[in-house]
């Protein structure tokens, strides 16, 4: 399994997905995810490409993104949210930021041969990240509680990756790393998860 965190993207070449602090001044003769790839093949090893599609950074200075990198052209937006002591975060009610995420996937499996894609820390990385567009939401006549209303955000983008994935290339499958303390999951998630196993691969 390949991590391709958003902060150390130039492990890939990509458009979408920039750089962030971690390897900011490390520079690659060669693709490293191709060649993980052409390697692991040749010895009958498939190669999973994972990725946290929330986390930015682990560092909460803006200034140390590459100004190329989308969370930086967000700064200062409800699509970005930086978490003291956490790092900078894409709001997961943002459609903004779906639509880039969706996107990355869909560049990465059309010019990678990947056998894979894995995401981790799809659950939200803090409390209050997307409460303005729950007001907004409320305020338009949703009735979803904000319980329901997070699942749903998450839930969508978790099916529009997997029908993009699936329209790019129909044998890479999709799976999900969850939270892995169940006491910090949204009760009932457990019988929720039925419901997103019969879009994802494994778990």
């Known amino acids: 399994m390949m991590c391709l965190k958003r902060q150390q993207s130039r492990n890939m070449k990509s458009d979408i997905i ?40 682990t560092s909460t200075d803006f200034s140390k993104l590459d100004k190329s990198n989308p969370a930086y ?19 997961p009610a943002s459609a903004k930021v779906n639509d880039l995420i969706v996107s990355g996937v869909e560049e990465l499996v059309t010019n990678y041969n990947v056998d894979g894609i894995h995401f981790d820390d799809y659950f939200y990385p803090d409390s209050d990240i997307d409460l303005d567009n729950y007001n907004e939401y409320i305020s338009n006549g949703g ?20 029908a993009k994935i699936k329209d790019v290339k129909k044998d890479v499958v999709f799976g999900i790393s969850p939270e892995g303390n ?15 196993r019969k879009i994802i691969k494994f778990l």
């Not at 920039?18 to 090893?45: M, P, Q, W």
């Not at 009735?143 to 329901?148: R, V």
């Not at 169940?182 to 997103?196: D, I, T, V």
């Open 18 to 57: 920039k750089t962030g602090d971690v390897l900011e001044n490390v520079s690659c003769f060669y693709d490293v995810l191709k060649y993980i790839i052409d390697e692991a093949h040749k010895r009958g090893i498939d190669v999973h490409a994972w990725i946290n599609p929330y986390r930015v950074s």
């Open 73 to 91: 052209k967000l700064a200062g937006t409800n699509s970005v949210k930086v978490i003291d002591n956490k790092g900078i975060f894409y709001n």
């Open 143 to 162: 009735t979803l509680s904000l319980e329901d209303y997070r699942y749903n955000n998450v839930s969508t983008l978790i099916k529009r990756v997997y």
């Open 182 to 196: 169940l006491e910090n999951n949204y009760k009932k998630q457990k019988e929720k998860e039925n419901e997103r």
